[in-house]
Each structure stands twice: as C-alpha cells, then as structure tokens.
C-alpha cells in the first residue's frame, strides 16, 4: 500500500518513528508528511532515512509535481499520529493551510488520526465537537490511550502505542496489509463506521463462524466521580470482557469494544470506545446496539452514583462533622436495551446476554437469585459468576453457568477467563444460529 504518514507537532512525534518502521517492515511505501512544528520534535532526516523517501515538505517544494493534490489522490491509507487538537481542528474545518491538510482534503482513501495532547485539550468540547463531525465524515478517530503525558500530568491523552495504531490502520484500510486491495466495508458496517461513538472501524472480511456479525462488549469497571480526585468504583478488571472480545473476533467477528475503566489492554482490532461513568457508557451502548446483531454487557456498571459532583475536593471540615454522600440509581442498561428492542418490535436482534456476579444467602441459593434476574432483565442468556469464594474479580480463572429463559438446564464453563469466553461465544453463536 502507499502510505501517507501525517505528523503533528507533539512530543509522541518520537512514537511515529517506530510507526513508520512497523509499516515499511511489513513491504509498504510510506511517505511522510511532518507538520511544521512537528520539525520541533523530530527532524525531516530521522523520517527520510527510516521512510527511504524524501519528505515533501511544502506546498510550493516541486510545484511542478503538484504534491498539495497528487499524494492525496495516489494514497491508499492516511494515517496521522500524532493528531494534535491544533490538527484535529484544522481538518475538521476544512483547512488547507500546508501539505498534510491540503492531502486530507484530497483524500479518497482511508484515513485513520491518532490523537495525542493534554487531557484538557481531549476533554475541551471543541476538540470532542470536530473530533465527532471527523468520525461522522467516515474517519477513523482513535481514542488517546490513559496514562502519564508530558509532565506531571496523567490522564487520557498519551498516543496509543505504535503497534497498536498499526493493528487499527489495517483494519482502517479493511485488512489491505501487504499491499493487497483495500476492501470496502459493506452497508451495516459503513453505518457503525460513520456513528458518533464509532472510534475505529475494524471493516476486515474475516472467515469463522461469526464472520458478518457484529459484537458490542461492554467491560470493565464504570466510575462514578464525586469530586475532581475521587470516584465511587469497583473491582471489575476488564479482564473476562477483554476475552470475549478476543474469543468473538477469533470468531470473525466484527467487535464494538465499549470500555469502562480495565486492567487489560483491548485486545487488538476491536473497535474501541472510551468510558468513564455509567451514564457514558449507557450512551454509547444504546447507539452501538443499532448496529449490532449480539451486546454483551459485561461491564460491572454502578448501580448508584453521587447525586451530586463537586466542582472542588470535599474538604475535612473544622467543625468534625462527617460528609454525607446522597446516590442516586443509575439506570439499568441492560434492562433498558431489552425494552428498547422489544419496543422496536424487531425480533430478537440484537441478541443481548447479561451478567450476573452473585453470592447465595441464607434466602436463597444462587441460581435462584440468577433466574429472577434473568427475568427481571429479560435478556436472552444470562452468564452467572459466583463471587465470594475466590474466583473472578481480577483473577484469571473463572467458572460461570449459562442461562437461558424457558429452561431450568444450565450449562457449566470453567478454566482460563479466555477458555470461559470461548464458551460463551459458542454459545452465543448456537443461539445465533437457532435465530435465523
Ligand atoms: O443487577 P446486576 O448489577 O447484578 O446486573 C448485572 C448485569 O446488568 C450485567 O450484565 C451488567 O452489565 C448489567 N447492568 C446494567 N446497568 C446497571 C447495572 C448492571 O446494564 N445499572
């Protein structure tokens, strides 16, 4: 593939070094196209000598070549990592105001941005503004990975890692690595592709049991925040929806990651949306679901959050008196993406599995209290782990029973977390399979 590799003026510009490696190791053509102030980080040379290319620096170097509309038209993947806010922007108004914005807007191709920058620049309404009106055009927008940026700060901003930007660029450019054609998502994918919480579109035709379905898997832990450093959270790693993920695109599925706070890394080629609270991730479930034939709600989403978040740290008070945390119910989304199903009228897609983390009491055993959720929830399989004894939170052997309304059978999976996904993707798949 001919490759046009952007890059913005960051710090992470040192991470595209490696990028531009893991690409022309694997046979494509790359050249790449700093933005002036990227030159502040890393120099045209280090980019010539690993690229094997000169770097078109302006618009007005080799006129005669027509550069600002021939790299554009001739690319057959765009990737720009770093994508700082300043670029973000500037593609998303529009702009042609040097070489790498002039080739965005004469791209026909793929174009994948990686972004990179301070939390606060992320979070500022008008980076999330173009950040969306960029994936609603059909680009692939990735999320910033969470961790330590420049200073002493730490938070969602830090490049993802290059091999990481690399998985999600072929799948950006539908699987076209080594030089092969790039494939053109269908209809259902191109719609979750071009959704407002669609991060990365993994289009790969890919052969399996699963292949044309698509997945939404919620993991992890949500957190609810009460003021600016504290948050109402919970042990979930991540690490048994991470599996699921990884079981389903083994499968050939196409996966919709939607991540609450985890452990784990995503596994490599889902499609991955960020979230933080409860009520994000009820979003970003409910507009993943319209493209989806199966969701999984293996998140541990918190039941209850502050009723009100402090704008500054909730201080130690002179007088003693100890602070009162009033919660509100968050709303139940598994129950509310069955209704909202149900009301459709549609039947029976998408498929949607709950979980269950549950200790027996004095009351009533376990697969009791399982089977009532099942039907409060209404959902189509109902995955009980049992907590207390050992297993689960954040080990990664597992035992579950699958349940399924209208039966008292269950059925039993244990090993590995990726053993136990392994089994609830078949299962799921029977089901699949039983629907149509
Ligand atoms: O009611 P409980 O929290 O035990 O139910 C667990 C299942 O419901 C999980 O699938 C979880 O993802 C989902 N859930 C939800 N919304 C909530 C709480 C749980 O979708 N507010």
Redesign the pocket.
């Known amino acids: 593939m001919r490759i046009i590799l952007g890059v913005g003026g960051g710090i992470a510009a040192y991470k595209s070094a490696t990028l531009l490696r893991l690409f022309t190791e694997a046979g494509h053509s790359v050249t790449v196209i700093p933005t002036a102030s990227a030159g502040e980080f890393v120099g045209r040379a280090t980019w010539e000598a690993l690229s094997g290319q000169k770097v078109p620096e302006g618009i007005f170097d080799d006129v005669e070549k027509v550069n600002h509309v021939r790299l554009g038209q001739e690319a057959d993947l765009i990737v720009v990592a770093p994508a700082t806010a300043d670029l973000l922007a500037r593609a998303a108004a529009g702009m042609a105001n040097d070489l790498l914005t002039n080739t965005l807007l004469m791209a026909a191709c793929p174009v994948l941005m990686a972004p990179a920058m301070h939390t606060e620049m992320w979070r500022h309404p008008a980076t999330s503004a173009n950040v969306k009106l960029l994936r609603e055009r059909g680009i692939t927008v990735l999320e910033p990975a969470t961790g330590r940026l420049t200073g002493v700060d730490s938070g969602p901003g830090r490049l993802p890692e290059p091999d990481e930007i690399y998985a999600a660029a072929m799948n950006t450019a539908g699987g076209a690595s080594d030089g092969a054609a790039v494939t053109q998502p269908d209809a259902r994918q191109t719609a979750a592709f071009q959704s407002p919480v669609a991060h990365s579109a993994a289009v790969q035709p890919a052969a399996g049991p699963l292949a044309g379905r698509t997945f939404v898997i919620?993991a992890g832990g949500t957190r609810e925040p009460l003021d600016p450093v504290r948050y109402l959270g919970n042990r979930s790693s991540g690490k048994q929806g991470a599996a699921l993920a990884k079981a389903a695109l083994d499968a050939g599925a196409t996966v919709h990651f939607i991540a609450a706070h985890t452990e784990v890394e995503p596994p490599a080629g889902v499609e991955l949306t960020a979230v933080e609270t409860?009520l994000e991730l009820r979003e970003a479930a409910q507009a993943a679901a319209q493209a989806a034939d199966v969701v999984v709600?293996?998140?541990?989403?918190?039941?209850f959050r502050p009723a009100e978040l402090s704008g500054s740290k909730i201080k130690k008070r002179d007088d003693g008196e100890d602070p009162v945390i009033t919660l509100v119910r968050?709303?139940?989304?598994?129950?509310e993406?069955v209704q909202n199903r149900d009301a459709t009228g549609s039947t029976g897609v998408p498929l949607i599995v709950?979980?269950?983390?549950?200790t027996g009491d004095a009351e009533s055993d376990i697969l009791s209290y399982a089977r009532r959720?099942l039907e409060r929830?209404g959902c189509d399989l109902l995955v009980l782990n049992q907590v207390g004894t050992g297993v689960v939170f954040g080990q990664d052997e597992t035992s579950v029973q699958i349940l399924s309304p209208g039966t008292e059978d269950t059925e039993a999976a244990s090993g590995t977390k990726a053993d136990v996904a392994v089994a609830i993707i078949d299962r799921i798949a029977v089901e699949l399979k039983a629907q149509h």
Not at 354 to 358: I, M, P, R
């Open positions: 919620t409860a709600m293996a998140a541990a989403v918190a039941d968050n709303p139940d989304i598994l129950q993406l709950g979980f269950a983390a549950e959720k929830k």
